[in-house]
């Protein structure tokens, strides 16, 4: 390994991530932590499986600045389906009590959507990381048992709809860190009255840094690699 470029990594990098579908965030951490050899590396703000985007990653002396970077406001753009909810709110579980979206007009919706702005209360999914009586949530919600969490405060600066297809309805939404999309999908659902779940969502900015400013993990990679010398 070429000793100045795992130095590099050791005093701070931050590096912006694509991150692809079906990988944690952990499981980016992890790789980025094996590629460098540098232990100490973290991401600003988890994405779940479920979805893509951008995740900030730092690394050795720069992990200082985790926090900073989490406070910042998050942009997404997504898609949801009317009509159904699934415990998760979004599709690592199945679809279940369904409801007709046919007498649904755009105006309906547009209405709805327009409550969702300012300072809100919002209750996080059961499936989440948060812990409860010493374990995540999602590992209590995974094996049946209900939960009832703390609503948080969390603030929607925008939250545009881009298209609508019944039952799909895209959006784009800024928000305060400390916001689940996935909650948010479902209370636009319960607010327009059949139900909704999140179907696909893209993280596009934190802050100043937006995914195009990002690299693909096979990137990250090759630039990793040719940094130590591997």
């Known amino acids: 390994m070429n000793r100045e470029g795992n130095q590099l990594y050791t005093e701070g990098q931050v590096l912006l991530i694509d ?3 079906h990988w944690t965030s952990f499981d980016v951490v992890r790789k980025i932590r094996g590629l460098t050899g540098v232990r100490k590396v973290g991401h600003a703000g988890t994405l779940d499986p479920l979805a893509t985007g951008l995740l900030i990653v730092c690394t050795g002396k720069f992990t200082k600045r985790i926090q900073e970077f989490m406070a910042q406001d998050k942009e997404y753009t997504g ?3 009317l009509g159904a909810i699934t415990p998760s709110f979004d599709l690592e579980t199945a679809p279940d009590q369904f409801k007709d979206t046919s ?3 755009s105006k309906d919706i547009l209405e709805a959507a327009s409550r ?3 300072e809100l209360m919002q209750i996080p999914p059961a499936y989440s990381a948060i812990k409860k009586d010493g374990k995540r949530s999602y590992e209590w919600a995974r094996k049946g048992k209900e939960l009832t969490l703390e609503p948080r405060k969390i603030h929607i600066w925008e939250l ?6 019944l039952p799909f309805v895209k959006f784009r939404t800024v928000c305060s860190t400390g916001t689940y999309i996935r909650s948010l999908v479902r209370d636009l659902g319960e607010a327009i009255g059949v139900g909704a779940y999140l179907n696909s969502l893209c993280r596009t900015r934190i802050g100043p840094y937006r995914l195009d400013q990002s690299m693909t993990m ?3 990679e090759q630039s990793i690699r040719a940094a ?3």
């Open 19 to 21: 991150k692809p579908l």
């Open 79 to 81: 898609c949801l389906v």
């Open 103 to 105: 007498h649904l007009s």
């Open 116 to 118: 969702f702005s300012g």
């Open 160 to 165: 545009e709809v881009t298209s609508i297809e």
């Open 218 to 220: 096979a990137v990250a």
């Open 228 to 230: 130590i010398g591997r």
